[in-house]
């Protein structure tokens, strides 16, 4: 059995889509941080730039910085090979939807 590899985490992009609070803005670029991912996509934010999401970004203001704003999803996903969303809304976009228990029954795996 081979060892696992390592995950390339430049090959991972958070796409925030219609961001409302730039406050959110600053803790996604926190969080990224924290867990080592760097490339961070808005689509439209409503308040962006804004200096509520730099404070709440606190030591992740590189993240913030090196962000790309688009105006449509297809833009921010255009060179993408594999997409999870994950939304608290009800969509209205006729994507599949599968948790994530049936994707690892199916194989899928977010080790990229």
């Not at 995950?7 to 406050?23: K, N, S, T």
Request: glycine share 8%; hydrophobic share 50%.
């Amino acid at each position: 059995m081979e060892p696992p590899q390592a995950m390339d985490f430049d090959r991972i992009r958070i796409v925030l889509v219609g961001p409302q609070h730039p406050g959110n803005i600053g803790a996604v670029a926190r969080a990224m941080k924290n867990m080592g991912l760097g490339r961070l996509v808005m689509v439209a934010p409503q308040q962006y730039p804004d200096p509520q999401a730099i404070w709440r970004a606190m030591s992740a203001r590189d993240v913030l910085e090196a962000a790309r704003v688009v105006d449509t999803l297809d833009e921010a996903i255009a060179d993408c090979g594999f997409v999870v969303a994950a939304t608290s809304r009800d969509q209205r976009i006729p994507w599949p939807v599968l948790d994530a228990r049936r994707l690892g029954e199916l194989g899928f795996s977010l080790a990229i």
